[in-house]
């Protein structure tokens, strides 16, 4: 029952910057650990970064390290994707994730967003 909707994509050229934002509801946003991947044309969905719901931990795929930052605002339920120094690699549709454990793993996705890079 939850619902995710990202929401900042766009085009940007090499070197530039985007901001995604990702809209949680449906449940309590704090019980989830909020992440994002990305889906190249032809390629299988990567993971990007993700953050624990408590501790606020934080890890991020290599190929991002140092030019995007996730950050959560829980006041508005949002976690966002701050993306810097952008390249052309980086082109892919967007998703946002959010997980819970239980007596099941509950796994929740967005819709996606495009973002593309040029050279």
């Known amino acids: 029952q939850v619902q995710l909707v990202e929401s900042g994509g766009g085009l940007v050229q090499t070197g530039g910057s985007l901001r995604l934002s990702c809209q949680f509801s449906?449940?309590?946003?704090?019980?989830?650990?909020m992440a994002w991947f990305r889906q190249a044309p032809g390629k299988e969905r990567e993971f990007v970064v993700v953050?624990?719901?408590?501790?606020?931990?934080?890890y991020y795929t290599d190929s991002v390290k140092g030019r995007f930052t996730i950050s959560r605002e829980r006041a508005r339920n949002t976690v966002n994707l701050q993306m810097d120094s952008l390249k052309p690699e980086d082109t892919a549709v967007y998703y946002c994730?959010?997980?819970?454990?239980?007596?099941?793993?509950?796994?929740?996705w967005g819709q996606g967003t495009q973002v593309t890079v040029s050279s």
């Open positions: 953050v624990r719901p408590f501790g606020g931990d934080t």
């Open positions: 994730n959010a997980r819970k454990w239980g007596p099941l793993v509950y796994d929740y």
């Open positions: 449906g449940s309590t946003f704090g019980d989830y650990a």
